[in-house]
């Protein structure tokens, strides 16, 4: 069954460090996501992704936060200058279209901000 | 600001039991609402549910959505050990596809 990778599955950073969070969608879906959730605290929306560009944003996705699809098979999510507060984990989904088809979610990067 | 919640958030039941989990919604655009078992780390998708009073079933699980009261619930007959995990609620906004997600709801089947 096809599915969603997500490298590194654990990252420990310092303070003030970029990261790069790395994902595969499913190869025929058109559509990306970043969510996130902190221990304990619900599932947060970041960002959503297609043809190139990004199509919504929450709150949570400021400046510092950015997205990319620099080959047609990965998408990426840069933290710039990581904060305590960044320390969660970061789910990747993909699906096939904007209003159909289940999302499909990764198996999450956890970033641990020290 | 589109809302979920959910009911209760944690339950302990015994193998065999049935069990009924809850969520209620507001959203200003709807589309569907989901449901996801999230075990150790990726929430796995169980249903999607766009139509009032259609159940959808799956084993042991079935799901039924009432869009007029704005609420969902997740029923699992037969609980097994298996079936420990947090079931997460989440309601798409057809605006903009945005998911909000519930706070989840922790179940733990004991033997």
């Known amino acids: 069954e096809p599915e969603v990778t997500q490298t590194p599955s654990h990252q420990v950073t310092q303070m003030g460090q970029e990261v790069i969070l790395r994902c595969v969608p499913i190869s025929n879906h058109l559509y990306f996501y970043w969510y996130r959730q902190i221990l304990g605290q619900k599932v947060e929306f970041l960002v959503s992704?297609?043809?190139?560009?990004?199509?919504?944003k929450s709150e949570i996705f400021d400046d510092q936060f950015s997205v990319e699809r620099p080959d047609g098979s990965n998408f990426t999510l840069k933290i710039r200058s990581t904060k305590l507060e960044d320390s969660a984990m970061y789910f990747c989904?993909?699906?096939?279209?904007?209003?159909?088809?289940?999302?499909?979610f990764g198996e999450g990067s956890r970033l641990t901000v020290l | 600001e589109d809302k979920v919640v959910q009911s209760p958030l944690s339950l302990v039941v015994h193998e065999g039991d049935t069990v009924t989990l809850n969520c209620s919604y507001e959203v200003t655009n709807f589309r569907s609402l989901l449901w996801y078992k999230q075990e150790k780390k990726a929430p796995t998708f169980l249903f999607m549910l766009t139509s009032s009073g259609i159940e959808k079933k799956s084993g042991r699980l079935s799901s039924i959505l009432d869009k007029k009261e704005l609420f969902s619930i997740l029923n699992i007959t037969a609980t097994q050990t298996g079936d420990s995990a947090i079931y997460l609620c989440?309601?798409?906004?057809?605006?903009?596809?945005?998911?909000?997600f519930g706070k989840g709801i922790t179940l733990s089947v004991r033997p």
């Open positions: 989440a309601v798409e906004n057809g605006a903009n596809s945005k998911l909000t």
């Open positions: 989904a993909s699906r096939e279209g904007r209003n159909t088809g289940e999302l499909f």
């Open positions: 992704f297609y043809n190139n560009e990004i199509s919504e």
